[in-house]
């Protein structure tokens, strides 16, 4: 049984379809990328699958319940983490205390969600910046406490949206790191949306490509980046007959 | 245990607060043996009072972020609770509070699902209308006193009265307020270091990401905001025992609503010791300047004037009060 099946999903915001009736099936360790130009409809889907968003029509079944109907909060408690593209670090929680609330989840106490988080914390090398606040550090080491917090929750599957998002080639290479130690040392299912490729390509075992609300293509990294339909959503139709030649 | 542990352990904080603390209990329990006047009694009262309204008003406020200015419906509930019970059936202090309790918790749920929808100026605009409106309905219902208010006659008692709390001096209330402080300060301790503490922080951040992280944002908004209630509750059935004379318009007023989230603001909302640093400054000056000033005629609303442009000052400054300015310096200190 897949641990996560996504069977029809549409949703509408108004008159405009985000996510226009997307299937796919995540099995138990897989590591899974999503990729798709900008607004072809990546986050919502996240955002639907995580429970933030009701969906317009469609069955979302997560480890052998429906959770279509249920909520944010209900959802995460069931073992679906996520973290968030933007995310404005504003707030007065250190580092340790972000990831404490996470572990805060599974225990109500505080000694133990403490140790939990420090533990975390030494898991993903942030234990030197336990005591600044988020928006003191620099965000590479801002998206990785947000892993970590999420991790805190002990999830099942980790959903990363865009974990990489602006960062120079040696900050990717440490989230690369990171979300393979999520993937292989915590045995975490993951699936991620990123826009940067050379993260992609690398860590996915399977790619989910999204064009306009719609699914285009679902395949191994190496397919994905030779098919015409992926290339066509991101290069253009005039890219693929000029160079037709070159991509067969 | 580990709840009890948490609620006296202040070790995360620096021995410099530690001692700047320990000196102020120590003065806090000689201070009626020194001599004052009846003002500086009565005002020194009024400050514990204020704390602990503020130190309520700080956990669904501060730590939660949901800026509340109806909690003076709450002080009504208490005290209107308490001085029924008193008058008409003789029930003691300690029985009429934890009812009164019970009645306020009840109303905080009734009032706190539908508010807890909204969210920002909307909620804080709508907790203003919901303890107006509950003002004047007490105003009109003649079961307690409507406008007229209530009197307990101190007659009937024989002072000191310790299971009605009916005292002839001062001193009594004194201590028995001094108690819910540091039972007070006991309880915010441990709650800025629970699970609803940390929620509630996380929340304040950014709700959808506390709710990726399994918090219930609704109930735990409610659930604090019961907590919050208590705590003014309570003081409001002191309040009516030590005052004697309540009338809605004193009780439950706007004004004590806001003085309510005012000191807690300017104090430094958020931290533990916000809400005392806040009601430390505005109680007596607000006490002073209405001696000093308020016989005047022409200068009466001056000290409203006054508490109205240091609050602009500090938020100018640091939103998170006087407290924020300490914890930036310490900061910055230590880079």
């Known amino acids: 049984m897949a641990l996560l099946e996504v069977h029809n999903l549409t949703k509408n915001f108004g008159g405009l379809t985000a996510n226009d009736n997307i299937s796919f099936q995540v099995e138990k360790g897989d590591l899974i990328g999503i990729i798709g130009p900008n607004g072809a409809g990546k986050t919502t889907l996240f955002n639907c699958v995580a429970g933030l968003h009701p969906i317009s029509s469609g069955q979302i079944i997560f480890d052998g319940k429906d959770i279509t109907e249920l909520k944010s909060h209900e959802v995460a408690r069931l073992g679906m983490a996520r973290t968030f593209q933007v995310y404005a670090a504003s707030g007065d929680l250190s580092v340790l205390e972000n990831v404490m609330v996470g572990c805060f989840m599974r225990t109500s106490s505080t000694l133990a969600a403490k140790v939990k988080a420090k533990e975390i914390l030494k898991e993903f090398k942030l234990e030197n910046l336990s005591d600044y606040l988020l928006r003191e550090i620099p965000v590479a080491a801002q998206k990785r406490v947000t892993m970590a917090t999420a991790v805190g929750t002990q999830p099942k599957i980790l959903l990363l949206d865009e974990v990489a998002a602006g960062l120079n080639s040696s900050e990717i290479e440490e989230i690369m790191g990171t979300i393979r130690s999520i993937h ?6 993951v699936m991620l949306i990123e826009h940067v490729m050379e993260l992609v390509m690398n860590v ?6 999204i064009d306009s609300g719609k699914k285009i293509a679902e395949g191994n990294p190496e397919d994905i980046s030779n098919n015409p339909d992926v290339i066509k959503a991101y290069l253009g139709e005039r890219y693929v007959q000029e160079h037709s030649a070159e991509l067969r | 245990m580990e709840t009890l542990k948490n609620a006296f352990d202040f070790s995360d904080f620096p021995r410099i607060d530690l001692t700047v603390a320990g000196i102020f209990v120590f003065l806090f329990l000689i201070f009626p043996l020194f001599p004052h006047s009846a003002f500086a009694m009565a005002t020194m009262i009024q400050f514990f009072m204020f704390s602990l309204y503020g130190m309520g008003w700080n956990t669904i406020g501060g730590y939660g972020g949901q800026v509340d200015l109806g909690k003076a419906q709450y002080v009504g509930i208490g005290a209107f609770t308490t001085a029924v019970m008193l008058i008409r059936w003789n029930i003691p202090f300690w029985v009429s509070m934890p009812i009164g309790v019970c009645f306020a918790v009840i109303w905080s749920f009734m009032l706190g699902y539908p508010l807890f929808r909204l969210k920002g100026h909307y909620f804080a605009i709508a907790t203003i209308a919901a303890s107006l409106v509950l003002k004047d309905l007490f ?17 009937k008692y024989n002072p000191p009265d310790f299971l009605h709390l009916i005292f002839k001096e001062d001193i009594y209330y004194y201590y028995v307020i001094l108690v819910f402080f540091f039972i007070g300060i006991l309880y915010v301790n441990w709650f800025r270091k629970s699970r609803l503490g940390f929620q509630l922080r996380s929340i304040k951040d950014n709700e959808e990401v506390a709710q990726s992280l399994g918090i219930n944002v609704h109930w735990a908004k409610i659930k604090t905001y019961a907590i919050a209630t208590a705590f003014v509750s309570v003081v409001g059935s002191f309040h009516a025992c030590y005052i004697k004379n309540i009338e809605p318009e004193d009780t439950m007023s706007l004004d004590i609503s806001i003085l309510i989230a005012l000191m807690a603001m300017l104090g430094g909302a958020g931290s533990l010791w916000g809400p005392i640093i806040g009601a430390g400054i505005l109680i007596p000056m607000k006490s002073y300047l209405k001696e000093w000033l308020g016989a ?4 009466v ?26 914890e930036k310096v310490r900061r910055r200190k230590a880079k």
């Open chain 1, 184 to 189: 292989n040392k915590l045995a975490i299912t």
């Open chain 1, 204 to 209: 996915s075992d399977r790619v989910i490509v």
């Open chain 2, 139 to 155: 105003e009109v219902w003649d079961f307690v006193g409507a406008a007229r208010g209530l009197e307990i006659s101190p007659v």
């Open chain 2, 296 to 299: 005047q005629a022409g200068l």
């Open chain 2, 301 to 326: 609303g001056i000290d409203l004037i006054i508490y109205g442009a240091i609050i602009m000052l500090v938020s100018a400054a640091e939103p998170r009060g006087i407290w924020g300015i300490v």
